[in-house]
């Protein structure tokens, strides 16, 4: 409970401190969201052009798209402090959180947030609102709750895939570009039902790295292709990721020595 | 000139030390390429209509001339040293040399272009000529389609470099030009043909395109070597290109001289 209220004080903070400068705020806040928009829009165009996609109505998969653009603004907000996490293991910053009689993960999380990722985040809700109303079939409590556990298992995941890049830093001190695949190449590719990949592809991100199982196995679910329990449970066993992630992390910190500036 | 050289040359041999940063980039590239091609391919696999704007092959080469190309043409770079002399001010020091900004600052962003895409381009466009199919990345259909290429990566290089530069110019204005850049940068990038090619564009559409400076940093110069402009229109648009070029070369230089005159100097 303790740790809650902590966190809560983390979070107004640094919010107040985003709204110090309102405007650049808003703009970049305005910026983020341009970039999904565009995104859809080609999206869109391409559906224009080719009607549809491996059988794939625009509409579905512009739910897809539309969960994964609110799924990871989500964990780019919340898990800012361990996107950047090298600059804290570069200037010796760490070694000040170590100090503290606290829990680790907690202070990384407060150390950053990143609030004009809220931009993209209202932008996917909104091309998910805009697919729904075109899809009646998923006009339901249950459907609709699965759609939720989407976005929120998609942000625990690629929370999870900031935690294993930072985790890399104390290995390289530098952090690495293949993160950013994982990471960005990962909401990318979980744009499009991963059907239309080769099948590696879908393997890789089902067992290893695990989009597919926030979004393309209960997509299958919710547009009826699918009645497999496992399709909704999909989204839920996607989180146990998180566990071989924190541990590396906490190996990580074990193995730390500071770089001494 | 000389000095504007040797700054260039600097910057080139600084970018080329992260070897290994290097192939974890191609490796990324790889991975990037492979997926929008894909992407692609299940487009065209699901396609019933047979007046494609571009073959599928050509879709291929265009891909990975993208990637190989990536840091040579995009328009979003941001120097942070060089935001973070204007807002620090230590821009007054590189006022004190005895070189107008800039071109200096020109040579210098044009270093780390060629830096960053000497090391990459080779392997990417090796490795891709490797590829089984229709993946494979082949020659340009003829040797004036290759010198005209040349040509127009050069102009696109350069034009790309001037279009970076407003980022800074910006900054001078606004100190905090993150969010404009953000915005304006996520436009040019759908503009220039890099999120999808521009012949999958409707035609309304691509007349816009075709009018903007954007298309020449990415779409003119990857799609004539396809092969997919033919050479009469490759002429005319490498013409456009290097008016573009003049334009906002000039452009920038003149908004910089008059930022720099009213530029307050923030900090001691």
Known sequence: MNAFRLLRKYISMLFQSAME???SFWLTAAGHSIISFTSCISLLLMFERFGQLEGWTMWEVLLCTGAVQTAFPLAECFGRGFDTFRQLVRTGGLDTLLLRPRNIFLQIFGWRMDFTRIGRFL????????AVSHLPSLWFPAKLGVLALMVLSGAAIFTGVFILGAALCFWTVEGLEVVNILTYGGQEISKYPFDIYKKPYLVFFTGIIPYACSFYWPLLWLTGRSGSAWCILAPVLGLLFLIPACCIFKLGVRHYTSTGS | MKMYFSLFRMKLIAGMQ?????????????????????????????SSAGNLPMDFDQVCRYVWLQQAFLHLFNLWNR????????TSGTVSYELCRPLELFPFWYARLLGQRLAGTVLRCVPVLMIASLLPGAYRMTLPPSVPHALLFLAALTVAMLLATAINMFVYILTFKLMNAGGATLIVSAFSEFLSGSLIAIPFMPKALQYVLYVLPFRYTADFPFRFYTGNIP??????????????????????????????????????
């Open chain 1, 21 to 23: 400068y309102r405007a």
């Open chain 1, 123 to 130: 932008q996917g809700c909104f091309v998910m609102v805009l």
């Open chain 2, 231 to 268: 050479m009469t229109e490759g002429l005319w648009s490498l013409a456009a290109a290097v008016g573009w070029l003049a334009v906002l070369y000039l452009l920038g230089a003149v908004l910089m001289k008059r930022a720099l005159r009213t530029a307050v100097l923030q900090g001691g």
């Open chain 2, 18 to 46: 992260y070897r290994a940063a290097a192939w974890a980039g191609i490796a990324a590239q790889f991975f990037w390429g492979f997926m929008v091609i894909m992407i692609y391919e299940a487009f065209y696999r699901s």
């Open chain 2, 79 to 86: 120097d942070n040293e060089l935001l973070e002399m204007i």
